[in-house]
DNA sequence: CTCAGTGCAAACCGTTTGCAGAACG
DNA sequence: CGTTCTGCAAACGGTTTGCACTGAG
């Protein structure tokens, strides 16, 4: 009886050569955590993560997954989000629109991705005037999806009565 | 000998009366900790209020800090931010510009306040389109500034030599 | 074989909470 | 005077780290 080989997303061998291209040993735990990401357009969480390669028959550690998703990230192939839940979250950048921006739900926390040209040139008007040289961008939209809207859901505003003009 | 009474922030006044529609005491820790945000237009740690409260006099516990950032959260005169330090910023929302964005240098860690009017159309746009009804949004864009390019500061950038194409 | 990777558990650190004593109203 | 707040210290929870052992090359 063989013991099977696990079969991994075909993105998975790009971490490998970014790992080889870095002279660092290519592992179960590593491609498991990279097929777990790859596998998904969700954004997942470490719990998320240990779950997925635990279901797949693959035994491993959370401080594994710590030290992976820092060598994903930093072969750029994945990406790091915290939405304020109190812990982050990992997206892959694959055969996705690239550089997009989600719009957060904020009575059942479903996240949408969507594209926004219009910051190419926003980015490049702030650039012009106050020499600021952007890298990469973060854009969350916070609000209500239409689902929830449809079922009832309302902003929670509960500040000063009179708010910012009376001093 | 008279015990010297504080002169707070006017703005100071606004959070009692926050404190008082709520039927809450307004008590000499909170006025400081609101004191001391209100006071400039820094985005400070807790550690930075801890020290500023300190500083002016007044005994207080980082719990306290905790519960009465809560409150000035709640009341909508002050704005928690997390720019992905590890801890969370706050800055009040009086006399400034409303609902501004960050450019965050990766160098220094400075923070600078931008006016993106473009974003508006983007959202009712996001709104039309998707039927997500925007509440507010946070908008941070990173990279250098002009003084940290200016000192010779470089992005780094080493991801994977042939990035995403090749597969 | 050797050296880096892994799992475990302890450490870390910003934040939250429980509780006895102090203040507000 | 009763109710809420405050400070302290302990608890919490996501993440990081130290160390003996395992496994990749």
Do not use: N, W
């Amino acid at each position: 009886m063989k013991i099977e080989e696990p079969v991994f997303h075909p993105f998975v061998r790009l971490f490998g050569r970014y790992l080889r291209e870095q002279g660092l040993p290519v592992t179960q735990q590593r491609e498991a955590v990279a097929d777990a990401v790859f596998a998904t357009d969700e954004h997942l969480s470490v719990d998320d993560i240990e779950r997925r390669v635990r279901d797949a028959g693959e035994r491993i550690g959370k401080a594994t997954i710590y030290r992976t998703l820092d060598l994903l990230v930093r072969s750029r192939l994945v990406q790091e989000h915290d939405f304020g839940e109190g812990f982050k979250r990992y997206e892959h950048r694959l055969s996705r629109q690239p550089d997009h921006d989600h719009l957060i739900c904020l009575e059942c926390g479903g996240v949408t991705e969507v594209k926004s040209p219009e910051l190419r040139g926003l980015q490049d008007r702030v650039a012009g005037e106050t020499g600021f040289l952007p890298s990469r961008h973060k854009l969350e939209i916070y609000g209500l999806c239409a689902a929830c809207q449809a079922a009832g859901a309302t902003l929670p505003d509960q500040g000063l009565t009179c708010p910012i003009e009376a001093v």
